[in-house]
């Protein structure tokens, strides 16, 4: 069983950053493919960014440029990196672990982009 824990989401004003980071319980964490995925009032869950086991990227075109994905191996950690964000933006933020036969989801941090 894995557990992942948000954090980092808040009230940010448009053109700013933000920093997102998941924790991972257990000793699996790098056998693992990582995302963030985000899901906007009346919208579908969509992905964000994704980072694999062997540390390759991709992006959503929504965000390429802008937002940058991370993993520390070594801390059970991956981040998300946000900057120049857009209201569009915002949304409840959850980080998804993907193992071979096993996917697991955290409950979310919320991330408003306001003036």
């Known amino acids: 069983q894995v557990q992942l824990v948000e954090s980092g989401g808040g009230l940010v004003q448009p053109g700013g950053s933000l920093r997102l980071s998941c924790a991972a319980s257990?000793?699996?964490?790098?056998?693992?493919?990582m995302g963030w995925y985000r899901q906007a009032p009346g919208e579908q869950r969509e992905l964000v960014a994704f980072?694999?086991?062997?540390?390759?990227?991709n992006y959503a075109d929504s965000v390429k440029g802008r937002f940058t994905i991370s993993r520390d191996n070594a801390k059970n950690t991956v981040y998300l990196q946000m900057n120049s964000l857009k209201p569009e933006d915002t949304a409840v933020y959850y980080c998804?672990?993907?193992?071979?036969?096993?996917?697991?989801w955290g409950k979310g941090t919320l991330v408003t982009i306001s003036s």
């Open positions: 257990g000793s699996s964490f790098n056998r693992a493919d």
């Open positions: 998804n672990a993907r193992f071979i036969v096993t996917t697991y």
């Open positions: 980072i694999s086991k062997g540390g390759s990227t």
